[in-house]
Every structure is written in C-alpha cells, then in structure tokens.
C-alpha cells in the first residue's frame, strides 16, 4: 500500500492564482481531512470528508473548496490565492470517525504564495 | 485558553537521559488522546495511543491524568534519534475530530 499521498511536494503561486492540491489513499479509508501547518499554530482542519460524497467544514475553510467523488480522492482547491495561505498542506486519512482510529498522513504541500 | 497545549521547547537533553513532557487539554469530555512524532519537514506519524490510564511501547510511556486533565510522554534512554517534534491530539467521543496540539520541540545532544 502506499498509503496517503499528495501531489505537488512543493509549489510557489502569485497572489490570484488557483490551483488543486491532490490527495489520494489507497486504504479504503472512509474519513479523510485537510490540514494545514504554521509555525507555533499546531495543525489546523481545513476541511474533511467523512465518505464519498460528504464534505464539511473544519475551523479555517475559508478560501478553499473540497470534493469528495471517490473514496480514493480527496482534493483541496486554492480559489484564489492569498500570501496567507502559505503554509505547508497536510492531507490525512483514517478508517472512519471512531475516537481511536488512527490518522494516517500524506507527506505534505508546501506551498508559497507571492 | 487554547483547547490542546504544548510547552514548544526546545527541550535540550543529553543521550541517555529521560526526557518527560506534558500535554494539557480544556475538555473534560475528550476520550481519547495521542502522541504523533514529526520530523524536520516531514509529516506526523503516530507514536503511541493513550485510551485510558496510560500507554507503554519499549523506552516511551504514555500516562493519561484525568483530574488534571493532562496527558505526559516519557522517554527513556535518550537517543539521538529521538531528537524531533512531539505532538499531542485530543478526540472526543461526541466529536471525532481531533484537536492539535502545536508541539514540543525535542532535541538530543551526543
């Protein structure tokens, strides 16, 4: 298995620009999720996904879009980038929404914007 | 008061050495807590799981302190390669999604 992964590992947009990061597992895992990482601020959830079809908000959803039309597939679209947005992109999944499931990561985006 | 939070270090330690470091949590109702490791840019794994009194795997211990609403890492033996960063995630079981900690940098000196 290859677990999760994420496409592109590192990525540089003008203010403005959109763009897809990609993320995808092969683990037939129900729930996935979108974090992203700033220095000293923890990993915050962008979005998730608790099966196909089924997207919803986490606590910084704004400026993003998600979709979920496989099980496989989960992927996070820029709208229009911001310089606040650069940051470093976790992709993550995990068996289903039970408390001791375990969270699996993508080797994650990072991403600048100028 | 943030919901899940670290001491940020760096906590500088001898090889060899035990190292211990906390995680305090603001929900009493949270049921299950963890300890992922990162490296320098790379992403969290998982390191252990603390259901409910504590947790043990070989040099690390996990202990869970429901009254003071505090989960601890031990780490004994100290080795170099223990040198990372220690996150601490919170579930609840009437919201599955997991709260995060921001860390606390480790750092192992021969």
């Known amino acids: 298995n290859a677990g999760v992964t994420q496409t592109p590992k590192f990525q540089v947009l003008k203010t403005g620009q959109s763009m897809t990061l990609q993320c995808a597992q092969d683990m037939n895992h129900e729930y996935m999720s979108w974090y992203r990482q700033d220095p000293g601020m923890g990993l915050r959830l962008i979005h998730y996904s608790v099966g196909a079809g089924i997207t919803d908000q986490g606590e910084v959803p704004n400026g993003y879009n998600v979709s979920r039309s496989t099980t496989e597939d989960f992927p996070l679209r820029l709208l229009s980038a911001a310089p606040s947005q650069t940051s470093v992109y976790f992709c993550?999944?995990?068996?289903?929404?039970?408390?001791?499931?375990?969270?699996?990561f993508g080797p994650g985006t990072r991403l600048t914007v100028l | 008061r943030k919901e899940v939070e670290q001491d940020p270090g760096p906590f500088n330690v001898p090889e060899g050495a035990t190292v211990a470091f906390n995680c305090t949590y603001s929900n009493s109702a949270s049921q299950s807590f963890f300890w992922y490791r990162q490296d320098c840019r790379k992403e969290p794994k998982l390191l252990m799981s603390v259901y409910s009194s504590g947790n043990e795997d070989g040099r690390f211990t996990a202990q869970l302190n429901r009254a003071s609403q505090y989960i601890s890492l031990l780490i004994r033996d100290s080795k170099l390669s223990d040198s990372a960063t220690y996150l601490c995630?919170?579930?609840?079981?009437?919201?599955?999604?997991?709260?995060w900690g921001a860390g606390t940098k480790l750092i192992i000196k021969p």
């Open positions: 993550a999944s995990r068996p289903g929404t039970s408390s001791t499931d375990t969270q699996y």
């Open positions: 995630a919170v579930n609840m079981d009437s919201n599955y999604q997991l709260i």
